[in-house]
């Protein structure tokens, strides 16, 4: 296979409306379906919502959870994904058989296969464990594919390990843009009026979306995790309403040099579909890059400098 069409979903989750979100994530695989596409993915956390969890008492955080794969979202999502013959990615929280919660990504497959991955970078609610391992696994159509989840794929030395475990495509499903901070380098909040002013002004919304608070920001970082390790990347996120915040969409399918195949520029929910074309994979310069490494010299990476500190303590702290 050369080429392998595949899509992704920027959506804005009703929260702790499991059965809204899945019927949504429904619809639009029914129109990836439509036009061929393989694989689609939708945001982090978009069956349960996403920033509404960081207020929820535990009970009624750990009462969202469910089991994987036994639970009843990811067989939802494997009734989809045969129903429709393609590949489906979504997030939630989940109950370990160890009795902890984490936060999954699971991609269910049309022949009855999952994947899940546990975010390694968890911190939206106190209740959540981190996870501990990376996730790269085989797709039907034979492509190798890795999960990092939002914040995960903020730290380079996780797309590198996903990359050198043989992973093509990185599936990137974030909730992102226009989050909070006291740093005015990032991002920044944008002004919910705008939003929901949209449909009468589409420019103002636009321009916060499209600029630093949105794809600005993604441009400075996002384009380098799939050009350096010479892989492909999908982006999914959500838009719109996100408790307090305005997620940004942005989706966006970035080929193995760093380059936009497809992208939304909506202040709205979409789908987009780009084909990929692995051929580009053997000779792309980031892999002819990762040919060139020693590792005998790279021990300090896994050596604590002592300025490390759980991720919730940082984020919370912006």
Avoid at 74 to 91: P, Y
Avoid at 197 to 213: F, M, Q, S, T
Wanted: with cysteine; net charge negative.
């Amino acid at each position: 296979m050369d080429l392998f069409r595949v899509a992704t979903l920027q959506m804005e989750s009703t929260p702790g409306d499991k059965a809204a979100n899945l019927a949504k994530i429904d619809a639009f695989a029914a129109r990836a379906a439509r036009q061929g596409a393989r694989l689609m993915l939708a945001p982090e956390c978009s069956v349960t919502g996403y920033w509404w969890l960081r207020n929820l008492p535990h009970d009624d955080f750990a009462a969202l959870a469910e089991p994987v794969p036994d639970g009843p979202t990811t067989q939802a999502l494997l009734e989809m994904s045969r129903r429709h013959g393609l590949s489906i990615g979504a997030g939630f929280i989940e109950l370990g058989a160890d009795g902890k919660l984490y936060k999954p990504y699971v991609v269910a497959m049309p022949d009855g296969r999952w994947a899940a991955h546990r975010k390694l970078h968890a911190f939206v609610h106190p209740s959540l464990t981190c996870g501990d391992s990376y996730t790269v696994f085989d797709l039907p159509e034979g492509v190798k594919a890795g999960i990092l989840i939002c914040y995960d794929c903020n730290l380079v030395e996780n797309v590198r390990i996903t990359a050198l475990m043989g992973a093509q495509v990185l599936l990137a499903p974030h909730q992102t843009g226009g989050c909070r901070g006291t740093n005015p380098h990032q991002m920044g909040v944008i002004d919910a009026a705008l939003w929901h002013n949209r449909h009468a002004d589409p420019e103002a919304i636009e321009r916060e979306i499209l600029g630093d608070k949105g794809r600005g920001w993604l441009m400075r970082w996002l384009p380098s995790r799939a050009h350096d390790n010479g892989i492909f990347l999908v982006f999914s996120n959500g838009i719109g309403v996100d408790d307090d915040e305005i997620r940004t969409g942005n989706a966006m399918i970035l080929d193995p040099y760093g380059r936009i195949l497809a992208e939304s520029l909506e202040a709205d929910e979409d789908l987009v579909i780009a084909d990929l074309d692995l051929s580009l994979l053997q000779q792309a310069t980031g892999r002819r890059w990762r040919r060139s490494r020693r590792p005998e010299l790279y021990g300090r990476l896994c050596q604590a400098t002592g300025d490390e500190r759980p991720t919730r303590e940082l984020k919370f702290e912006e």
